[in-house]
């Protein structure tokens, strides 16, 4: 077994901590939200003891990684030159990107912009769409108007939402950190107004914890944003207009191989399945190598099924050999 090591690097002039295990050809591994590059402690292992270096940064905003002032410093251009700035550092002309949430927003960004640099991308979670004719932010205020939707609640002036969170991590933690069948208490905050309140109470805390899910590891996410807050990843959301207006003159074809993992029960794919994500991101991604939809699993696909999320990351790499 492969361990994992610690080292702070720099990269498009941050300073950035990278978690690591295994030599051969690089994977980088970025993490979404709320998380850490604790998100991915099964598949740094895995992949190194499959012949891969694998790295997962402290994406920028998070952990050890520096942390930018501004909102802009957050739009996706910049995320994809953070990661390569990593592959420039470890001397890997072209390597492989993986990535969670936001994590995934961030390598199918960055082979859009830096096709050259890469020679694959896998996303979980979040699929590659091509941009669309109105922004994300504007379909969301039609879609929810008055109600309360998390990313418009991150989007709200004055830092309403980072304010909350740093409040309470371990109840925003433990209330996200479930599977889809974890029982729950009852949310105290049932009105759907914006007006009624924030997001945790929204969310019913969890009678115990998932099976995929100790104390232990709850307490390592928890003294990750004690320490660092929560500003940096809710600093992503606040720039999905500026993204927007950046990508309308990108190629939306993606250039490289690629493939998707997702669990069938995460609610940001909807419930479709195999054969529609398949023929929706076909039209986009030529080269587009697999679609693994892992049954019973919730957002958390790494870390709810590694073993499933494991071999179809490497089948993946095998395919790029």
Same mark, same amino acid.
């Given at each position: 077994?492969?361990?994992?090591?610690?080292?702070?690097?720099? /990269?498009?002039?941050?300073? &950035?901590?990278?978690?690591?295990?295994? =030599? $051969?050809?690089?994977?980088?591994?970025?993490?979404? %939200?709320?998380? /850490?590059?604790?998100?991915?402690?099964?598949?740094?292992?895995?992949?190194?003891?499959?012949?891969?270096?694998? !790295?997962?940064?402290? &994406?920028?905003?998070?952990? +050890?990684?520096?942390?930018?002032?501004?909102?802009? +410093?957050?739009?996706? +251009?910049?995320?994809?030159?953070?990661?390569?700035?990593?592959?420039?550092?470890?001397?890997?002309?072209?390597?492989?990107?993986?990535?969670?949430? %936001?994590?995934?927003?961030?390598?199918?960004?960055?082979?859009?912009?830096?096709?050259?640099?890469?020679?694959?991308?896998?996303?979980? /979670?979040?699929?590659? %769409?091509?941009? $669309?004719?109105? *922004?994300?932010?504007?379909?969301?205020?039609?879609?929810?108007? +008055?109600?309360?939707?998390? !990313?418009?609640?991150?989007?709200?002036?004055?830092?309403?939402?980072?304010?909350?969170?740093? /409040?309470?991590?371990?109840?925003?933690?433990?209330? &996200?950190?479930? *599977?889809?069948?974890?029982?729950?208490?009852?949310?105290?905050?049932?009105?759907?107004?914006? *007006?009624?309140?924030?997001?945790?109470?929204?969310?019913?805390?969890?009678?115990?914890?998932?099976?995929?899910?100790?104390?232990?590891?709850?307490?390592?996410?928890?003294?990750?944003?004690?320490?660092?807050?929560?500003?940096? $990843?809710?600093?992503?959301?606040?720039?999905?207009?500026?993204?927007?207006?950046?990508?309308?003159?990108?190629?939306?074809?993606?250039? !490289?191989?690629?493939?998707?993992?997702?669990? =069938?029960?995460?609610?940001?794919?909807?419930?479709?399945?195999?054969?529609?994500?398949?023929?929706? &991101? =076909?039209?986009?991604?030529?080269?587009?190598?697999?679609?693994?939809?892992?049954?019973?699993?919730?957002?958390?696909?790494?870390?709810?099924?590694?073993?499933?999320?494991?071999?179809?990351?490497?089948?993946?790499?095998? =395919?790029?050999?």
């Amino acid at each position: 077994m492969n361990t994992i090591t610690f080292s702070t690097v720099s /990269s498009n002039g941050l300073k &950035m901590r990278v978690a690591e295990a295994g =030599s $051969g050809p690089l994977v980088i591994l970025a993490h979404g %939200w709320p998380e /850490s590059w604790y998100s991915w402690r099964h598949q740094l292992t895995a992949l190194a003891d499959a012949g891969y270096h694998a !790295i997962a940064p402290d &994406m920028r905003g998070y952990g +050890d990684t520096d942390a930018p002032p501004d909102v802009a +410093d957050y739009r996706v +251009d910049h995320l994809a030159a953070d990661l390569v700035g990593l592959a420039d550092h470890f001397g890997a002309a072209r390597p492989t990107l993986v990535g969670h949430d %936001w994590g995934a927003n961030a390598v199918w960004h960055a082979a859009l912009l830096h096709p050259q640099r890469f020679n694959g991308v896998v996303g979980l /979670s979040v699929p590659y %769409w091509p941009r $669309g004719e109105t *922004s994300l932010t504007t379909l969301f205020k039609a879609m929810h108007g +008055d109600n309360f939707f998390y !990313i418009l609640y991150h989007n709200e002036p004055g830092g309403v939402a980072e304010a909350e969170y740093d /409040s309470r991590p371990r109840d925003l933690i433990e209330r &996200m950190y479930t *599977s889809p069948d974890t029982p729950r208490d009852e949310p105290l905050i049932t009105d759907p107004l914006r *007006s009624a309140g924030g997001f945790v109470d929204r969310i019913g805390a969890p009678k115990e914890l998932a099976a995929w899910l100790t104390a232990e590891d709850v307490d390592y996410y928890v003294g990750e944003f004690e320490r660092a807050g929560f500003r940096g $990843g809710v600093n992503y959301y606040r720039n999905f207009d500026a993204n927007w207006s950046l990508m309308a003159d990108v190629d939306p074809i993606q250039k !490289i191989p690629a493939a998707f993992i997702a669990g =069938s029960e995460d609610m940001v794919i909807n419930g479709a399945d195999q054969a529609a994500l398949q023929a929706g &991101m =076909s039209a986009v991604i030529p080269d587009l190598r697999g679609v693994t939809v892992i049954p019973d699993v919730g957002h958390w696909v790494q870390q709810e099924a590694p073993e499933a999320t494991n071999a179809a990351i490497i089948e993946f790499l095998r =395919s790029l050999d």
